[in-house]
């Protein structure tokens, strides 16, 4: 997780994202990663330092994947991994004026993303793996839909296509793996 703190406004995010994975042919693995996010950000008022407006949020997702392996030695090689994410998570918005601290639902968000991430792979034994990905190739789709009240729905969808199209996984991450075979 991480903490940021700039001209006074503060934001956190943190990810677990466990997964499962199993070797169906020589150097070709199939798997499911699951993910929980959550993440706030609080602006102070201008006018009032005690005063701020906090976002915090939470989604859970689910990542089926089949990721081929390119070994150029017996410890190190490359990855590509072809995935189909979605992930679906809510927020609450809380505005505290004074001392009053109203709370509200803030936007429900549906995401989804397929795609190609490549990586790189080093074993330092024969059972645990380091692995690093860089960036994204594919489709992603982020869906936000907040409820106006009196019936009325404000709904904002951003799709892109391309490079560094990610909206579930970060562009760059590092894992630890542990296979039981290999």
């Known amino acids: ?56 949020g939470t989604s859970f997702g689910f990542k089926p994947y089949a990721r081929k392996y390119w070994m150029v030695g017996d410890n190190f090689g490359f990855t590509g991994t072809l995935g189909l ?4 998570g809510s927020s609450k918005v809380e505005e505290k004026t004074g001392n009053v601290t109203p709370t509200t639902d803030g936007p429900k ?12 792979v080093f074993f330092p034994t024969s059972k645990v793996g380091l692995e690093a990905s ?4 594919g489709y992603s789709s982020s869906t936000s839909k907040t409820d106006l009240g009196g019936g009325d729905e404000l709904k904002i969808t951003n799709s892109t296509f391309g490079l560094g199209a990610n909206s579930i996984t970060p562009t760059f ?8 075979t290999k």
């Open 1 to 56: 997780g991480t903490t940021v703190e700039s001209d006074g406004v503060k934001s956190t995010n943190f990810s677990i994202v466990p997964g499962v994975g199993y070797f169906v042919a020589d150097k070709l693995a199939i798997g499911l990663d699951l993910s929980v996010n959550t993440s706030s950000i609080q602006v102070p008022d201008n006018n009032d330092p005690d005063d701020y407006e906090k976002t915090s």
């Open 109 to 120: 968000t549906t995401d989804l993303e397929i795609g190609v991430t490549p990586g790189i």
């Open 85 to 88: 994410g979605v992930a679906f």
């Open 173 to 180: 991450s590092l894992a630890f793996r542990y296979y039981l």
């Open 134 to 137: 860089f960036g994204f190739v």
